[in-house]
Structure formats: C-alpha cells, structure tokens
C-alpha cells in the first residue's frame, strides 16, 4: 500500500478510508489501554494523531519504542475524532517502527527552541514546526517564480557558476583555483612574485559568480527575454541579518526595455509571487502570523492588490533631509543609501513598497545606463518594509562608447568584458533587468527575521558548515 500524505487525509471527506501514513513522531502520551501519537511527515504544518492500542501486536516494540524523532509507518483507519483540536484521528491497525530515535540525546525537545540554537542543528531543524513552513513555503515561491516567467514567454537560462568576469565590478569574488597554494607558479621576469594564473585550473583567475546578469543580457541580446534563478556567492564581510555569502537570485532580462518597463515586470512579479503563496500555502502564512510575525498576512494581502510608489533617488534624499528623523549614517546627495533610510523610506514615508530610481553613478556598477546630465544612472532598487532592498536592477548601458568609458571611469579593466562590449557593437538594443535575492523574498513572505533561517544551510562569514 502506498503511503498517504497527512495534509491529504485530514478533512472529513477521508472519514472511513484505510490509509498507510509514513512520518516521525513528533509527540506519544501513553494512557493505560492505548496510546496517541503525533505523527508528521512535513507534508503540512499539522500533524495526524494516532490512536494505537496496547492490543496491537508488538505494541511495546513498535508503539512504546516510538520515541519522540522516531520514524514510524501506520496502517489504520481514518475516523471523525472524539477529542478536541482536530477533526481526524487515525485508529491504527498496526504501527511500525521504522527507524529509531534515541530520546536521551535527541535535540529536539517539545519545549520552543530558539533560531539560534537551532542553527546549530540545521540538519534536524527541517523537522520543527517552524522550519518545515518556511522550506514548504520557499519551495512554492521558486515555483511561482517559474511559473511568473514561463507564462510570459521568458527562457529560462542557467548561467555559469563559475566565471572570470565581476559582474559587480566590485571585487567581493570567491576565488576558484586548483593551483597549490602553498608553491603557486610565480610568474618570471619583471613581474617577480606575482602569480601565474595562466597555469591555472581555467588558464585565468577565475570565481564564483556574483550574478548571471552579463550572461542573461548575452542571451536577451538573442532571446528577447530571459531569465535566471540560480545560486550567485558575495565574499563581502557583511555579518547582518540579510546577508549570506551564498544566496539565491533571481534575474530577468529584457531585450527592447527601458526602466519603466523593468519596473512594470518586477511589480508584476512580486504580486504574482505574493498572490501564489497567499492562495497556496495558507496554513503556513498563518503559523507565522500567529507566531512569528504579527499581521503578514494582512500586509501581504495589501500588497499583492497595491500600486508600488515610485520616487527619484533625489526626493528620497529630499525626503529624509526634511524629515524629523534621526539618521546613523547621514543624508546627503552623492550618500549611499543604507539599510535604516530603506526602511524609513518604506515603512514610514510611504507605508509599502517603493521604487527608487536614478542613483547617482558613484554608488552604482558600470553597467548602469547613464542618464541625460550623466551624473545619475537608469538604476532602481525597490524598498519593502522591514527588509529594505530585495530587488535592485537597472536598464543597461548599451551605447559601445558610453559604456567602454564606465567600465575605465570604474577602474576595471576591459579585457574581461570583451565579449560583453560585443554586445554594443552588434545588434545592441535598450535593455533592463533585475536581481530579487530570493532569501529576501521568502524574509518578505514569511516575516522571518535572520536570512540565515531561511536558506537551508546557510554560508557566512565564518560558518559554511554542514
Ligand atoms: O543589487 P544587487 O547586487 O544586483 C545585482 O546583482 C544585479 N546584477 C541584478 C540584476 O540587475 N540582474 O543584488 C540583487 C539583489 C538585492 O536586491 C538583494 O535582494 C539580493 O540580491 N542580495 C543579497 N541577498 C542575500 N545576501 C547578499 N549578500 C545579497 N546581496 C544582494
Ligand atoms: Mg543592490
């Protein structure tokens, strides 16, 4: 017989039907003719309680051997239960013990643990209430991502991993290397010392991605468009609670677009996305309205029915200048804008999510495509309550001499990018796109507040284990 999924059995429409469930015991009370027990199998937040009577046989083998972390099999019958908090009970006809769980050392305790120390013991903490509702929710939001794209008629790409090019022009790369690092081959003559990464693995110093932004525009140059949902690695120092090392992002490209229209699309996008989760994984969004995040469900609900705001990098300033508000890092034009002005922005000047637009070239990557006056960029990061920035994109540079001019004023070197300026000189065309860090929309979706505990095994400054 094959197993049946909890989430599927517990309605009344199952009342009367035999039924094989495979999960692990959450919880097991003992009474003096029978026992219950909680079991789950992370199809959903709740768990099937099972009604075992000591007449079974080898009830005490397979039921009171069931610790708490035990793996058990069920056959039994569903039934309307008699007791309060659920609407099914399943009266087993025979329980297996399928895999064991020593209770002394077992770490997940019924008492709430908290994230910290739970991160502590990733591999189990899959099995927690809370856990099991953000892995199930990010699964259905990298499934709405897709399915966003694919209705529009976007491809897919899957750009490389591994690549000598920084797409960020910002040099907070991974490197990779097979060289041996302790003799690495020096390179002779006049550049005594340095190394000689021509002997390396790929001919040439090479890294993890920041992006697959420079890929996806080779591929929108031809595909119209194109995006990207792949793991991108940042070695940037940033201990924060929004900052992995290795992250998700999602990246869209599109050929024949300009700012307005790479807004239009990331708008459209994040409602889907909201609207997918709101209408699919209902009883998880309410776990963490009730326990983690008071009101998300009703600000997600706003969301996906809301018009985005928009405003000039200019007004923010303006903005926040003519605002009561103490700032940490101070405001001025020409400043980057940090975490606390994002949310301020969002949470307190708009009240929702805001586009903001048309950065100051200094504070923005090369790629950016430079606006008449040539002091501001086609740039926009779109702002959310309580995270700040989870999309940032632009429209591209896509005039040969312009760009040649900001990767140089950048102080990168053009040779990497020799391919990437090909696309200037054949067939180039106005074209914008985005990155959305997916962490940050699962933080978004599920009011989790540590983006560590919304990646499955996250990698930090200091912390790649399991
Ligand atoms: O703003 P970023 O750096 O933009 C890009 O990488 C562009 N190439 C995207 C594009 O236009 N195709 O990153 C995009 C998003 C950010 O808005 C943020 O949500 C997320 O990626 N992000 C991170 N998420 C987790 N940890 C980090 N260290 C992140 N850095 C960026
Ligand atoms: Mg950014």
Not at 8 to 31: E, F, P
Not at 249 to 265: H, I, R, S, T, Y
Not at 375 to 387: G, H
Not at 410 to 427: H, I, M, N, S, V
């Given at each position: 017989?094959?197993?049946?999924?909890?989430?599927?059995?517990?309605?009344?429409?199952?009342?009367g039907?035999?039924?094989?469930?495979?999960?692990?015991?959450?919880?097991?009370?003992?009474?003096?003719?029978?026992?219950?027990?909680?079991?789950?199998?992370?199809?959903?937040?709740?768990?099937?309680?099972?009604?075992?009577?000591?007449?079974?046989?080898?009830?005490?083998?397979?039921?009171?051997?069931?610790?708490t972390?035990?793996?058990?099999?069920v056959?039994?019958?569903?039934?309307?239960?008699?007791?309060?908090?659920?609407?099914?009970?399943?009266?087993?006809?025979?329980?297996?013990?399928?895999?064991?769980?020593?209770?002394?050392?077992?770490?997940?305790?019924?008492?709430?643990h908290?994230?910290?120390?739970?991160?502590?013991i990733?591999?189990?903490?899959?099995?927690?209430?809370?856990?099991?509702?953000?892995?199930?929710?990010?699964?259905?939001?990298?499934?709405?991502?897709?399915?966003?794209?694919?209705?529009?008629?976007?491809?897919?790409?899957?750009?490389?991993?591994?690549?000598?090019?920084?797409?960020?022009?910002?040099?907070?790369?991974?490197?990779?290397?097979?060289?041996?690092?302790?003799?690495?081959?020096?390179?002779?003559?006049?550049?005594?010392?340095?190394?000689?990464?021509?002997?390396?693995?790929?001919?040439?110093?090479?890294?993890?991605?920041?992006?697959?932004?420079?890929?996806?525009?080779?591929?929108?140059?031809?595909?119209?468009?194109?995006?990207?949902?792949?793991?991108?690695?940042?070695?940037?120092?940033s201990?924060?609670?929004?900052?992995?090392?290795e992250?998700?992002?999602?990246?869209?490209?599109?050929?024949?677009?300009?700012?307005?229209?790479?807004?239009?699309?990331?708008?459209?996008?994040?409602?889907?996305?909201?609207?997918?989760?709101?209408?699919?994984?209902?009883?998880?969004?309410?776990?963490?309205?009730?326990?983690?995040?008071?009101?998300?469900?009703?600000?997600?609900?706003?969301?996906?029915?809301?018009?985005?705001?928009q405003?000039?990098?200019?007004?923010?300033?303006?903005?926040?200048?003519?605002?009561?508000?103490?700032?940490?890092?101070?405001?001025?034009?020409?400043?980057?804008?940090?975490?606390?002005?994002?949310?301020?922005?969002?949470?307190?000047?708009?009240?929702?999510?805001?586009f903001?637009?048309?950065?100051?070239?200094?504070?923005?990557?090369?790629?950016?495509?430079?606006?008449?006056?040539?002091?501001?960029?086609?740039?926009?990061?779109?702002l959310?309550?309580?995270?700040?920035?989870?999309?940032?994109?632009?429209?591209?540079?896509?005039?040969?001499?312009?760009?040649?001019?900001?990767?140089?004023?950048?102080?990168?070197?053009?040779?990497?990018?020799?391919?990437?300026?090909?696309?200037?000189?054949?067939?180039?065309?106005?074209?914008?796109?985005?990155?959305?860090?997916?962490?940050?929309?699962?933080?978004?979706?599920?009011?989790?507040?540590?983006?560590?505990?919304?990646?499955?095994?996250?990698?930090?400054?200091?912390n790649?284990?399991?």
């Amino acid at each position: 017989m094959e197993s049946s999924r909890i989430k599927d059995i517990l309605n009344a429409d199952s009342y009367g039907r035999q039924v094989l469930v495979s999960g692990w015991v959450r919880t097991r009370r003992d009474a003096k003719d029978f026992s219950f027990l909680e079991i789950n199998d992370g199809s959903c937040l709740r768990n099937v309680q099972v009604i075992a009577d000591a007449s079974l046989s080898g009830y005490e083998l397979n039921v009171l051997g069931a610790h708490t972390g035990s793996a058990v099999q069920v056959h039994g019958t569903i039934l309307q239960s008699q007791g309060k908090g659920q609407a099914v009970e399943l009266r087993a006809s025979a329980v297996k013990l399928i895999g064991e769980c020593d209770a002394s050392s077992y770490p997940l305790q019924k008492k709430r643990h908290t994230n910290e120390f739970l991160r502590t013991i990733a591999h189990l903490r899959p099995r927690t209430n809370t856990f099991g509702a953000v892995f199930r929710i990010r699964s259905a939001a990298a499934f709405a991502i897709h399915k966003f794209f694919n209705e529009r008629g976007f491809v897919c790409l899957h750009s490389p991993i591994i690549t000598t090019s920084d797409c960020e022009g910002a040099g907070e790369m991974f490197r990779v290397t097979t060289l041996d690092l302790e003799q690495p081959p020096r390179l002779e003559g006049d550049y005594g010392g340095k190394i000689d990464y021509s002997r390396d693995f790929f001919g040439a110093e090479a890294s993890l991605t920041v992006s697959g932004q420079l890929e996806a525009e080779t591929f929108a140059s031809a595909l119209s468009n194109v995006y990207t949902f792949g793991p991108t690695f940042r070695a940037e120092n940033s201990n924060t609670p929004r900052h992995l090392a290795e992250f998700w992002m999602v990246e869209p490209e599109m050929a024949f677009c300009d700012l307005q229209g790479n807004m239009n699309l990331a708008e459209d996008f994040l409602r889907f996305v909201i609207r997918y989760v709101l209408d699919h994984c209902a009883a998880d969004l309410e776990f963490f309205d009730q326990w983690i995040e008071k009101g998300v469900v009703q600000a997600l609900e706003k969301v996906a029915q809301a018009q985005f705001a928009q405003m000039t990098y200019s007004e923010a300033i303006s903005a926040m200048e003519q605002s009561s508000r103490k700032f940490e890092f101070p405001v001025h034009w020409g400043a980057d804008i940090q975490t606390e002005h994002e949310r301020f922005l969002s949470e307190e000047y708009v009240g929702g999510p805001v586009f903001v637009t048309n950065y100051p070239k200094e504070i923005k990557a090369f790629y950016m495509r430079l606006d008449e006056g040539e002091k501001t960029v086609s740039a926009m990061d779109l702002l959310v309550p309580r995270l700040g920035e989870i999309i940032g994109g632009s429209q591209r540079e896509e005039r040969e001499a312009v760009l040649r001019r900001r990767i140089q004023e950048c102080g990168l070197a053009e040779q990497p990018y020799w391919w990437y300026l090909d696309l200037r000189r054949y067939g180039s065309v106005p074209h914008a796109g985005f990155g959305l860090g997916f962490e940050r929309m699962v933080m978004y979706l599920t009011g989790m507040s540590n983006i560590r505990d919304v990646i499955p095994f996250p990698r930090t400054p200091g912390n790649a284990d399991f």
